[in-house]
C-alpha cells in the first residue's frame, strides 16, 4: 500500500521491558512526526525527522526514549524501562516537504504496559 | 512551548445544523494551524490548514478562520451530517515541525 505503516499494531509488556516501535512513511516524504495519544486526550509531539538533518527531539518525555531514522526512511521509536504510563497510542505521521502539517498518518501502535 | 486550547470538549448538533469549535494559543510565533478530524478507532486525518497570512480559509462545508490579535482560531462545520460525526483537533505551529495538539472536540451530529 501507498500509506505510512506501523508495527506492531498492538504491543503488550511488563513495566520495565524494552520495546521498539517501527514506522515505514509514505515513499518520497522527507518529513517524519512521532506523537503520542493517550486515551481522551489530543496528540502530544515526540520527535520529528527532516531529511538528513539533525532531528528535533524537543518532545521526548525522558531520556527513557530515543528514535532514529535510518536512510531518511524507516523510523524506529524506542522505549527503555517501560513505565506505565507510557501506555497509549504511538502514532506516527509523514509529510512530503518541511513545513508541512502532519499530513498521513499510520494507524499507530497501542502500547499497553502491564 | 505552545500551549492549545479546545473548546467545547463535546457538542451535539441537529442534522443540518452548524457546529463551530474554537481554539485559543499562547505563543504569538504561531503561524500554521491545521485541523484534524478522527474517527472512533481510526487515523488522524488532516481536513483544512489556515496560515497566518489569511483570515479565513473555505472549502466546501468547512472553514476556518483565524484571529492573530486575541491569537484564537475556529471551525465552522455548515449543513452538518451524521458523517460528520468524529473527534476534531486543532493544532498550531510556529516551527514547521512541532504541532501542538489542543484535546480535542468529539462532534454528534444527530439524524
Known amino acids: 500500500g501507498a500509506g505510512v505503516s506501523q508495527s506492531p499494531s498492538n504491543k503488550v509488556t511488563e513495566k520495565g521491558k524494552d520495546v521498539e516501535l517501527r514506522c515505514d512513511p509514505i515513499?518520497?516524504?522527507?518529513?517524519l512526526y512521532w506523537y503520542r495519544q493517550s486515551l481522551g486526550q489530543g496528540l502530544e509531539f515526540l520527535i520529528y525527522?527532516?531529511?538528513?538533518?539533525?532531528?528535533?527531539k524537543s518532545g521526548l518525555p525522558s531520556d527513557r526514549f530515543s528514535a532514529e531514522r535510518t536512510g531518511g526512511s524507516v523510523s524506529t521509536l524506542t522505549i527503555q524501562r517501560t513505565q506505565q504510563e507510557d501506555s497509549a497510542v504511538y502514532l506516527c505521521?509523514?509529510?512530503?516537504?518541511?513545513?508541512?502539517?502532519?499530513?498521513?498518518f499510520g494507524d499507530g501502535t497501542r502500547l499497553s504496559i502491564l | 512551548g505552545e500551549n492549545v486550547e479546545q473548546h467545547p470538549s463535546t457538542l451535539s448538533v441537529q442534522e443540518g445544523d452548524s457546529a463551530v469549535i474554537k481554539c485559543t494559543y499562547s505563543?504569538?510565533?504561531?503561524?500554521?494551524f491545521p485541523w484534524y478530524k478522527q474517527e472512533l478507532g481510526k487515523r488522524p486525518q488532516l481536513i483544512i490548514d489556515?496560515?497566518?497570512?489569511?483570515g479565513e480559509k473555505k472549502d466546501q462545508r468547512i472553514a476556518v478562520t483565524l484571529n492573530k490579535t486575541a491569537k484564537h482560531f475556529s471551525l465552522h462545520i455548515t449543513e452538518t451530517q451524521p458523517e460528520d460525526s468524529a473527534v476534531y483537533f486543532c493544532?498550531?505551529?510556529?516551527?514547521?515541525?512541532?504541532?501542538?495538539f489542543g484535546t480535542g472536540t468529539s462532534l454528534t451530529v444527530i439524524p
Open positions: 489556515i496560515r497566518s497570512n489569511v
Open positions: 493544532a498550531a505551529d510556529n516551527t514547521g515541525n512541532q504541532f501542538y
Open positions: 505563543d504569538s510565533a504561531s503561524n500554521y
Open positions: 525527522f527532516q531529511g538528513n538533518s539533525a532531528p528535533d
Open positions: 505521521a509523514s509529510s512530503l516537504v518541511r513545513g508541512q502539517a502532519p499530513q498521513h
Open positions: 515513499s518520497g516524504h522527507t518529513a
